[in-house]
């Protein structure tokens, strides 16, 4: 299957939950990036995975934790969610330069 | 401090006209790329661009890499409504190795 899947694609929580997000690297790729991107914004890095090992990391909270699986697959984990993380999060796979990106999540925080 | 600029945030034009956008920064990149996101969907990669003073084209769409490779533009000629949309550029090799990052974006609406 070609292409970046991310599941869910849109989601509601309350303020405190945690939240699990989803991705499914394009084949072949063994590398995933984590992006938030907010209304009216360009995404911002959250963190990056190399072959099931975090190799990255932006100006996220610890809250922000993520794996990626042998088979390249990804979750992206937020604890104690806040209004403000509210936005759209994007997966990206790649194998050399540029990147895939999914559909992406958009959570809203109430 | 935000080490992209994406230049002019918001551009509403005539089907037919030509336009430019621009991405500066300070910093030195490995290799920039350019985006075309739309609504409720994730970024789709245009070009990437390596060497400084490198030009592409992709049909309508030019992409010129700075000799310096600190900036880069995108012109499109002829401008289509089919070419609305929100126009990212992405750099790699500033901070950590190959990890990306993104301006904010230039939003264009091209009305028929």
């Known amino acids: 299957e070609t292409g970046v899947t991310q599941s869910p694609t849109h989601l509601i929580k309350t303020r405190g939950q945690q939240v699990t997000l989803r991705c499914s690297s394009q084949?072949?790729?063994?590398?995933v990036s984590w992006y938030q991107q907010a209304l009216g914004q360009g995404p911002q890095f959250i963190f990056q995975?190399?072959?099931?090992?975090?190799?990255g990391r932006g100006n996220f909270p610890p809250r922000f934790s993520g794996l990626q699986f042998p088979n390249y697959s990804s979750e992206l984990n937020v604890n104690a969610l806040e209004l403000d993380d509210s936005a759209l999060y994007l997966c990206?796979?790649?194998?050399?330069?540029?990147?895939?990106f999914g559909s992406g999540t958009r959570l809203t925080v109430v | 401090t935000q080490l992209l600029e994406q230049s002019p945030q918001f551009l509403s034009i005539q089907e037919g006209e030509n336009l430019t956008v621009y991405c500066n920064s300070s910093?030195?990149?490995?290799?920039l790329q350019w985006y075309r996101q739309e609504p409720g969907e994730g970024p789709v990669l245009l070009v990437t661009?390596?060497?400084?003073?490198e030009v592409k084209k992709l049909k309508r769409l030019t992409f010129q890499f700075g000799d310096a490779r600190k900036d880069s533009s995108l012109h499109i000629t002829a401008a289509q409504p089919g070419d609305t949309g929100l126009y990212l550029c992405?750099?790699?090799?500033?901070?950590?190795?190959?990890?990306?990052?993104f301006g904010k974006g230039t939003r264009l609406h091209i009305l028929p």
């Open positions: 990206a796979s790649s194998l050399d330069f540029g990147y895939t």
């Open positions: 084949s072949g790729h063994n590398t």
């Open positions: 995975y190399y072959r099931e090992e975090e190799n």
């Open positions: 910093s030195v990149f490995s290799s």
């Open positions: 661009v390596v060497t400084g003073g």
């Open positions: 992405a750099g790699a090799g500033i901070i950590r190795d190959d990890k990306i990052i």
